[in-house]
């Protein structure tokens, strides 16, 4: 049985394990100490569906505007829905996420009386995911940058870049999804390092393991990487 598809085999576990704690340490030597600005729990759950299907510029623009055109989140729950769509256009998908923004904002306000989602630092991870995914559009990455995020839990997001980096090292298999490696990437992560983890994966998959053309001559994790172990040597 394979231990990338089934979590099962404790041995096999083990040794990504022990792998993903080498990458990890790897890429703290690197990169260090990330810092991240820290939300309360409905803003960032606003601001990580303004960030679906775009980059953190067009995110953040999105998000500094509609803080700007509307002073609360009950407002942006009630306005009319055109009036939110254009005030965050920049990050894409306005149609979509408008609707989706608000669609969040009233569940919160009908099941806890208030736009306030801090019960989830109280509940478990599975709880936490599954409230937070019965929220239409909100998937397994949104629950869990929220979880991990605003109420240090356990979670590991897996972004296109997080995806890309896990697959090339071998640390989830081939035919791996997204939605499936949260829970994989959550048994590997060393204790108490998934944001560290979580953001330094991302960093490396920006500035040296590139979807295209990743630039494996300066990689320091080049005997820890399936992806570069399977490249055609070059005869001098």
Request: charged letters at 25%; glycine letters at 6%; one cysteine or more.
């Amino acid at each position: 049985m394979n231990s990338h598809d089934s979590g099962i085999d404790p041995e096999a576990t083990a040794s990504l394990r022990r792998k993903a704690s080498m990458i990890h340490n790897r890429l703290f030597k690197l990169y260090g100490e990330p810092h991240w600005t820290r939300l309360d729990g409905v803003s960032e759950l606003v601001s990580t569906i303004l960030s679906q299907n775009t980059n953190d510029g067009n995110r953040d623009l999105a998000y500094t505007r509609l803080r700007a055109r509307f002073a609360t989140w009950d407002q942006v729950r009630d306005s009319p829905t055109d009036s939110v769509i254009d005030a965050i256009r920049p990050a894409g998908l306005a149609n979509q996420k408008g609707p989706r923004i608000q669609v969040a904002l009233k569940r919160i306000t009908t099941e806890r009386g208030r736009l306030n989602i801090d019960f989830l630092a109280d509940l478990s991870v599975d709880a936490g995911m599954a409230w937070l995914t019965s929220i239409n559009g909100v998937g397994p990455k949104t629950a869990s940058i929220v979880l991990l995020f605003c109420y240090d839990k356990p979670a590991f997001p897996v972004d296109t870049h997080v995806h890309r980096l896990t697959g090339r090292l071998g640390l989830i298999g081939p035919t791996i999804t997204a939605d499936q490696a949260h829970d994989i990437m959550v048994k590997l992560c060393p204790d108490q390092q998934h944001a560290t983890f979580h953001i330094n994966i991302i960093r490396h998959g920006r500035e040296v393991c590139h979807a295209r053309s990743p630039e494996c001559d300066r990689c320091p994790l080049q005997d820890l990487c399936a992806h570069f172990s399977q490249k055609p040597t070059v005869d001098a």
